[in-house]
């Protein structure tokens, strides 16, 4: 399948050269100039036409382009593969990383024995809630080191797997979570990872960032590196059919936002688009059939890889105001991701459109724009296919039941001027396509108010 491109050895990363820098030598380093050590850290200069009459969808000027993957294990029943991961990892006492949630529908239970199978002694560790919470990677951690753990093996939506990688971060470094906000603050390596995704949107999997909820500050932070991406990712499409309805909408839309956010960054490459443009395109084709069929095992298959592909893409090419803002919502009301993002990212997309719409024919493309467009398009006819785009998420979100605005799921005209000043300081701002001041930002809250 189309994935099969883009893996290589868990922990390296496939780099593509540029004009610039053509040189590859078999230890992966290139010629002049200087390879950027991430994509995170130094986002490629987007240099977009601007108001020029046409805009063009093609290529852009070639860049330096870096892609990191963990191993993927992808298909129906590969569940027990993640216990032969484990075992190829090294493993003799795994911790087994998930949530009463999960354990209700009894997916952990599954994994625990195939551990048992292969000869591992696990240790169970449930103490996560949705948006984890720094003090429960603290008690994970206890957990870790108390029961002589080796490797981790998650299975679980983003909030579990986001906890797994927080447990793996402190067994290395030490300290509390909340150190590790930014990028590349860890400084030891840290032990191996086998994840499990038991939701089809976050891509946590497979992705360099972990996601903590700062119970001091309110917000959540972004902690982002490299040795955060799995080794292992298994994605098995049963574990999807027990997901309620509203988890099944909030984590669909969670996918969409990535693609969507990570076609348009500014650091996104040939490497990331493509995958950004088929996660749009899948989630757009089969989402609402998973919400009117959840057993149907086509469109369940579809939507674990729309949500793998935006997880590459959005890893690579890194994300937008609308995860900026998003982060800062989560943190304040503990509220489902995907549902705050569903309700910012028209908003976003309208405001990215205005500078530059040339991103969103693509997108709109993907979604099923009816509209014809060549490679070459007229100013009006991008800014047509922009707008489209964003109704038509607005759209796809009422189908889903996603409320219109903030207001509707707490947040209050007083907080606005608190959210804006901590998007800010958010990580995945960085990389939106269009600059952002704290203006723009608090003006972005109150339209989606
Ligand atoms: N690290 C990343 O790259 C990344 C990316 C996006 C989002 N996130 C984070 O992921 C978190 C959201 O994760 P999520 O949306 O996957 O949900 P979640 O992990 O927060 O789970 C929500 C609830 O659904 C239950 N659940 C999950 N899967 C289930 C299943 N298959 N069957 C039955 N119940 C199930 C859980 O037990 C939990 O109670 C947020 O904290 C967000 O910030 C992380
Ligand atoms: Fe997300």
């Known amino acids: 399948m189309v994935l099969v491109d883009s893996v290589t050895r868990?922990?390296?990363?496939?780099?593509?050269?540029?004009?610039?820098?053509?040189?590859?030598?078999?230890?992966?380093?290139?010629?002049?100039?200087?390879a950027p050590r991430s994509t995170a850290?130094?986002?490629?200069?987007?240099?977009?036409?601007?108001?020029?009459?046409?805009?063009?969808?093609?290529?852009?000027?070639?860049?330096?382009?870096?892609?990191?993957?963990?191993?993927?294990?992808?298909?129906?029943?590969?569940?027990?593969?993640?216990?032969?991961?484990?075992?190829?990892?090294?493993?003799?006492?795994?911790?087994?990383?998930?949530?009463?949630?999960?354990?209700?529908?009894?997916?952990?239970?599954q994994l625990l024995r195939h551990l048992g199978e292969g000869g591992m002694d696990a240790t169970v560790w449930s103490g996560v809630t949705p948006n984890p919470k720094d003090h429960e990677i603290t008690a994970g951690h206890e957990a870790y080191r108390a029961a002589a753990c080796d490797v981790l093996v998650a299975v679980g939506g983003g909030s579990v797997i986001d906890a797994a990688k927080g447990i793996a971060l402190l067994a290395g470094?030490?300290?509390?979570?909340?150190?590790?906000?930014?990028?590349?603050?860890?400084?030891?390596?840290?032990?191996?990872?086998?994840?499990?995704?038991?939701?089809?949107?976050?891509?946590?999997?497979?992705?360099?960032?972990?996601?903590?909820?700062?119970?001091?500050?309110?917000?959540?932070?972004?902690?982002?590196g490299r040795a955060l991406v799995p080794d292992v990712s298994v994605v098995d499409p049963h574990l999807l059919t027990t997901m309620p309805d509203w988890l099944n909408a909030a984590t669909g839309l969670d996918a969409l936002t990535h693609g969507i956010e990570a076609y348009v960054s500014r650091a996104h490459n040939p490497l990331t688009d493509h995958h950004a443009l088929q996660a749009i395109s899948l989630v757009g084709g089969h989402l609402e059939r998973t919400m009117d069929h959840p057993l149907d095992q086509e469109s369940r298959l579809h939507m674990a890889q729309a949500a793998l592909e935006a997880g590459l893409a959005f890893t690579n090419a890194i994300l937008g105001a609308a995860h900026a803002m998003s982060h800062q919502v989560g943190g304040l009301l503990d509220l489902p991701h995907g549902v705050i993002n569903g309700i910012l990212l028209p908003h976003v997309v309208r405001f990215n459109a205005e500078g530059d719409p040339a991103r969103f024919v693509p997108i709109a493309q993907a979604l099923g724009f009816p509209g014809e467009?060549?490679?070459?398009?007229?100013?009006?006819?991008?800014?047509?296919?922009?707008?489209?785009?964003?109704?038509?998420?607005?759209?796809?979100?009422?189908?889903?039941?996603?409320p219109k605005g903030l207001g509707e799921i707490g947040v209050t005209a007083e907080d606005l001027p608190t959210l804006s000043t901590m998007t800010?300081?958010?990580?995945?701002?960085?990389?939106?396509?269009?600059?952002?001041?704290?203006a723009d930002i608090e003006a972005l809250f109150r339209q989606a108010l």
């Open 373 to 402: 467009v060549g490679r070459s398009c007229s100013q009006a006819l991008a800014e047509d296919a922009a707008e489209w785009a964003a109704c038509e998420v607005r759209r796809l979100a009422d189908e889903l039941g996603v």
């Open 41 to 109: 850290e130094a986002p490629s200069d987007p240099a977009r036409p601007h108001g020029t009459g046409h805009v063009q969808a093609g290529p852009e000027s070639p860049r330096l382009a870096k892609f990191h993957v963990p191993e993927i294990v992808f298909g129906p029943g590969s569940l027990a593969e993640a216990a032969h991961a484990a075992a190829r990892l090294g493993a003799r006492r795994p911790m087994l990383v998930t949530d009463d949630g999960l354990l209700a529908a009894g997916w952990p239970q």
């Open 424 to 438: 800010m300081a958010d990580a995945c701002l960085s990389t939106n396509p269009r600059e952002a001041d704290r």
């Open 173 to 224: 470094n030490g300290g509390v979570i909340t150190d590790f906000e930014g990028v590349d603050r860890m400084v030891a390596p840290i032990p191996p990872m086998v994840m499990v995704p038991a939701t089809s949107g976050t891509g946590a999997d497979v992705s360099q960032f972990c996601i903590v909820t700062d119970t001091v500050r309110n917000t959540k932070i972004t902690i982002l």
């Open 10 to 34: 868990a922990g390296q990363s496939m780099v593509v050269c540029n004009r610039q820098a053509r040189e590859v030598d078999p230890a992966g380093r290139t010629g002049p100039p200087p």
